[in-house]
Nanobody, 110 residues
């Protein structure tokens, strides 16, 4: 079953947003899950993911600004995005066990 993203919107440069991904399965440490984004005319790219039970990977462009986390109680994954830049504008997708959500639009104005 498809995960469901929420939390996107329009924000000014320098602002913050927190995206949520409600998984349709019980999540646990080590489960493959992450955030990706696709800007107009570009390929979908990795933003952040849990690479193992204790490790995370981030795209170089978001390191120090974005943070991925998850709540096992609510089976929800989050992406905290701070100091947003216009180049962060994209549709953001979560992926849980190789299943994509429908995406949520993030638009950052300059």
């Amino acid at each position: 079953v498809q995960p469901v993203e929420s939390g996107g919107g329009l924000v000014q440069a320098g602002g913050s947003l927190r995206l949520s991904c409600a998984a349709s399965v019980s999540i646990f440490s080590g489960l493959a899950m992450g955030w990706y984004r696709q800007a107009p005319g570009k390929q979908r790219e990795l933003v952040a993911r849990f690479s193992s039970s204790k490790s995370t990977d981030y795209a170089d462009s978001v390191k120090g600004r974005f943070s991925i986390s998850r709540d096992y109680t609510s089976n929800t994954m989050y992406l905290q995005m701070n100091n947003l830049k216009p180049e962060d504008t994209a549709v953001y997708y979560c992926n849980v066990l190789a299943v994509w959500g429908q995406g949520t639009q993030v638009t950052v104005s300059s």
